[in-house]
């Protein structure tokens, strides 16, 4: 009997398996706490992978005016005037059909704005000129805009540039050309056609016919 109870008691616990896991616990728990307690370091470009690196912002250079808004004055007002001649003339045949005369000053509106600066700096006044008289050369070489083939081709940004150049002509025979009561409110900011008419009609509405 004394034999079977000797037999039947649980052997001891392994010390040995026991201290390992103890020691194992110990480590990973040391582990986790040097993990937690480290300082995190900030990303920098250098470990930031690339794909999550934001791509730089485009430049912006200055804004550049267009090949027409760089031409001699007296061919910027020849395309303006040009093109008031032409749309003039087809709304006129539009409204009242065909007329030999109507189509010829729509005619004329072209011819003018392809080659009549020069013309037209003999009849402008002093104060709408600047500089000389247009040469051939700049003549030759200024764009033709919405009256040339490339217009034609692409006549969406063709009539926005000959828009463009027609209201800072507007704006310019409005102020006379120089620095007047009108000068700083009429360029700041974009140019308008309502803004222009505004700024105009509120002078006049003063009594201010030629603004000193």
């Known amino acids: 009997g004394q034999w079977q109870r000797r037999r039947r008691r649980p052997p001891p616990p392994p010390t040995t398996l026991m201290a390992d896991i103890d020691l194992k616990a110990l480590a990973a728990e040391r582990e986790a706490r040097l993990r937690n307690s480290a300082p995190r370091q900030a990303p920098t470009s250098a470990n930031v992978p ?11 250079g200055p804004s550049t005016a267009s090949a027409l808004a760089k031409c001699h004055r007296s061919v910027r007002m020849a ?12 709304l006129l045949l539009v409204l009242m059909g065909w007329s030999t005369a109507i189509a010829l000053v729509g005619i004329a509106g072209v011819g003018l704005a392809r080659g ?27 764009p033709k805009g919405i009256f040339g083939l490339a217009g034609l081709r692409q006549p969406g ?19 006379y050309g120089k620095r007047n009561c009108l000068t700083n409110d009429m360029y700041s900011g974009e140019l ?4 222009i008419c505004s700024l105009v009609y509120g002078k006049l509405s003063q009594g201010v016919v030629r603004c000193a």
């Open 116 to 142: 009549g600066g020069t013309l037209l700096h003999s009849v402008l006044p002093e104060m709408l000129r600047e500089g000389g008289v247009p040469t051939d050369a700049e003549i030759a070489a200024s």
């Open 157 to 175: 940004p063709a009539l926005a540039e000959e828009w463009d150049v027609a209201l800072e002509n507007l704006a310019f025979a409005c102020t």
């Open 79 to 90: 395309h303006s005037i040009g093109l008031a001649l032409v749309a003039g003339a087809l």
């Open 192 to 195: 308008s056609l309502g803004k």
């Open 50 to 60: 690339a794909r999550a690196r934001p791509a730089p912002a485009p430049a912006r």
